[in-house]
């Protein structure tokens, strides 16, 4: 019974009660009984589907990730943005090219501000050392998807490589040899080069 039942019954004086007609106070309360019920049964149908709603949704969501965790050969966590998933089945693939920001052709640096111009909207530095001095520096162990990892390849004194993390030590990045692939940070060479996490402030 609805507050709207209880409100009309209470409102109702014992005395007028005795003077009307049985019947028509008889109908009055199969009524108001009715609209009680019809009240509580919409709100049934809305907690359902509701409840489909969610169940749906979190069915669709695992789908995805188990999808593009095969597709990647990664484990993915499930709560990485899928934003960047879907960024990252885009690109890999696409070689390597020098200064290059194009499906025709991508550099490391080219890729991060591809990535974060259409998944985070943000424009970044073009350049690696200019992308290193906009983060804030991250441990490792602290990373999360969409971070950046800098590298020190070779005998070079400044950062010149970079890439972007994704989940469980796995990031995306464009390399000289094989174009845009998902790499292991504790794959030997990386592991050997690995400077630092960075992470844009207002990401």
């Given at each position: 019974?609805?507050?709207l039942t209880i409100f ?62 095969e597709k990647f050969k990664?484990?993915l966590a499930g709560n ?124």
């Amino acid at each position: 019974m609805n507050r709207l039942t209880i409100f009309v019954l209470l409102v109702l004086n014992i005395r007028f009660i005795k003077t009307i007609d049985k019947i028509k106070f008889s109908a009055l309360v199969i009524l108001l009984l009715f609209i009680s019920s019809c009240s509580v049964s919409k709100k049934l149908n809305n907690s359902n589907t509701k409840n489909n709603y969610e169940s749906n949704e979190n069915k669709h969501k695992k789908e995805f990730y188990k999808t593009y965790s095969e597709k990647f050969k990664i484990n993915l966590a499930g709560n990485e943005k899928q934003e960047l998933i879907l960024f990252i089945d885009k690109w890999i693939g696409v070689p390597y090219k020098s200064a290059g920001n194009t499906f025709n052709g991508v550099d490391c640096s080219g890729l991060a501000a591809n990535l974060y111009d259409e998944v985070y909207n943000i424009k970044i530095s073009r350049t690696v050392k200019a992308i290193y001095n906009e983060t804030i520096p991250v441990k490792k162990e602290n990373l999360k998807d969409g971070d950046f990892v800098f590298f020190k390849i070779g005998k070079a004194n400044d950062v010149n490589h970079i890439g972007i993390y994704i989940s469980n030590n796995k990031f995306v990045h464009s390399s000289t040899k094989k174009g845009v692939i998902i790499s292991d940070l504790d794959e030997d060479y990386y592991k050997k080069y690995f400077f630092s996490g960075g992470r844009v402030k207002n990401k």
